[in-house]
């Protein structure tokens, strides 16, 4: 239940930099009104996965990806509120679809580590947080949660490695409390 919390504040945390990075909130541009009734929808769902509205969240998410099918980010969230309801088999599905719309999408990838991981298949985790740091070799999140998997795994050096790309990386101020346990990870480790 620890390690589910963990990751679920990790996921809330990810959302949040989604929204105030990464454009979710840019409707500049040509959009048609499905495009517009879409992020209008996926905005209402991460409204009611901050809430922890997570059957309602993902109605919204499945309404923006029907609207507009050919955003990675609508599948990619329903993929997040399933998991948030514990249904990771099924979150798969949706984090496999937000990839193929579009192979680049590191976001999904990193998604769909965290569900393998939460699935306890260890492996297909990595190679998912692998692709996603291949992608976006800042992505701090991808860079902590391999050091958790690798130190599961029993590879030490991998898992010290990625915890110490994670300290350097990450915001200082900010994930303050994440730098301190991956420090004390590393000791652990040694």
């Given amino acids: 239940m620890f ?10 945390l990810f959302i949040f930099l989604q929204l105030c990075f990464c454009g979710v909130l840019n409707t500049q541009g040509n959009m048609n009104s499905d495009q517009i009734k879409a992020q209008e929808e ?3 769902g991460l409204q009611a996965l901050a809430e922890g509205r997570w059957p309602e969240a993902e109605n ?21 509120a399933l ?4 249904k990771g088999k099924e979150s798969v599905v949706f984090f496999i679809k937000a990839i193929e719309i579009d192979p680049d999408y590191a976001k999904g990838y990193y998604n769909l580590g965290v569900c393998y991981q939460n699935l306890k298949d260890f492996k297909q985790s990595i190679r998912n ?3 996603a740091v291949d992608l976006v070799p800042t992505m701090i999140e ?3 949660n391999l050091g958790l998997v690798y130190s599961f795994l029993g590879e030490k050096s991998k898992a010290k490695a990625n915890y110490e790309e994670f300290i350097k990386l990450a915001p200082k101020v900010s994930y303050e409390k994440q730098i301190i346990d ?3 990870k590393i000791k652990e480790l040694e």
């Fill in 129 to 131: 947080y692998e692709k």
């Fill in 60 to 80: 919204f998410f499945k309404l923006a990806s029907e609207l507009n099918p050919s955003s990675p980010e609508y599948p990619g969230n329903v993929g997040i």
């Fill in 83 to 86: 998991m948030n309801q514990g």
């Fill in 42 to 44: 996926n905005l209402k």
């Fill in 142 to 144: 991808a860079r902590f």
């Fill in 182 to 184: 991956a420090k004390n």
């Fill in 3 to 12: 390690k589910f919390k963990i990751v679920s504040t990790y996921i809330f």
